[in-house]
């Protein structure tokens, strides 16, 4: 397993305060410091969509220009994301070739409880 983000993200910080309590091993990607590759948004691509997996709701999205944010598709939202990995909502959590979104207590114990 493992967790794709940023460390000072606070719904990161708490999906791996849940995956810990529980003892559930997993490796921590660093999106900005380990970096983010075409390769990873593909795999992820195969289980969430990628207006998913875009973030607009936060801070790095509403510092693009107007012109990054218009006719987006997905090659246009791919570039956007590699450009700024901050862009991709947090965490992504990688398991047995399937991917999740964001945390959620409920949907993190039926894909991850013991």
Known sequence: ????GIKNCDTVKKARRWLDDRNID???????????????????LQSVSWEDL?????TTWRQLDNADKQDLDQTAAIALMLRQPTLIKRPVVAHNGQCTIGFNESLF???YGH
């Open 109 to 111: 114990q039926e894909h």
């Open 26 to 44: 997993y490796q921590f990607h660093d999106v900005r410091v380990d970096g983010l590759t075409k390769e990873h948004l593909q795999q992820w």
């Open 1 to 4: 397993m493992i967790v794709y």
């Open 54 to 58: 875009l973030n607009k709701r936060g």
